[in-house]
């Protein structure tokens, strides 16, 4: 997949969304989602071999692979509310859309309590 190939089908999603939505607007909410899923597909296939090449390069480099899996955890998170909100807004759900997005920077925070305590740790550990 390159960036053409992705804008192109986004694109293509777009107007058919829009000319669907004039006649049948429950109809353009599904090819929405399923615009969305295929979309973000396409793009966690490319991220797979990043994924394998990043664990190679932190293997090399000693760092505890625990802090990346956390980072990777909190951009699937925000990715994936990300586009459960933008589907709620498209169905003119922007309440729905807003709790969804809080509910993803909520689930952020409590993957990356641990990271802050071993900071908060290791903080008082070179100050005392």
Do not use: W
Request: proline share 2%; with cysteine; net charge neutral.
């Amino acid at each position: 997949m390159n960036i053409f190939t992705l804008a192109a089908c986004g694109v293509v999603a777009c107007a058919l969304i829009v000319t669907v939505r004039q006649h049948r607007p429950e109809m353009a909410v599904v090819l929405a989602i399923a615009a969305g899923v295929l979309i973000l597909g396409m793009i966690l296939a490319e991220f797979a071999p990043v994924a394998s090449s990043l664990s190679g390069l932190i293997g090399k480099t000693g760092v505890n692979s625990g802090y990346i899996t956390v980072v990777i955890k909190a951009i699937g998170i925000s990715l994936i509310a990300q586009l459960a909100a933008d589907i709620c807004r498209d169905a003119g759900e922007q309440s729905i859309a807003a709790k969804v997005e809080m509910g993803g920077k909520l689930g952020i925070v409590a993957i990356t309590l641990p990271l802050f305590g071993e900071l908060l740790q290791l903080s008082s550990n070179i100050i005392g």
